[in-house]
């Protein structure tokens, strides 16, 4: 799991490069097929799919 979400209503799943079927929440799912890059490993999606605002 990517993000945490627990919650079966939201969950998808992604592939990663190799065919992996990872679960993730659809706003995760969603964030993977926008970047336009296929991770290679769950770290490489969490890196892609992370946050990207700043805080403060």
Avoid: P, Q, W, Y
Avoid at 34 to 39: G, L, P, T, V
């Amino acid at each position: 799991m990517v993000c945490g979400t627990t919650d079966r209503r939201v969950l998808s799943f992604t592939r990663l490069l190799e065919g992996e079927r990872v679960t993730v929440c659809g706003s995760h799912k969603t964030a993977h097929h926008r970047s336009e890059i296929i991770a290679r490993t769950v770290d490489e999606l969490i890196a892609i799919t992370g946050e990207r605002r700043k805080a403060g």
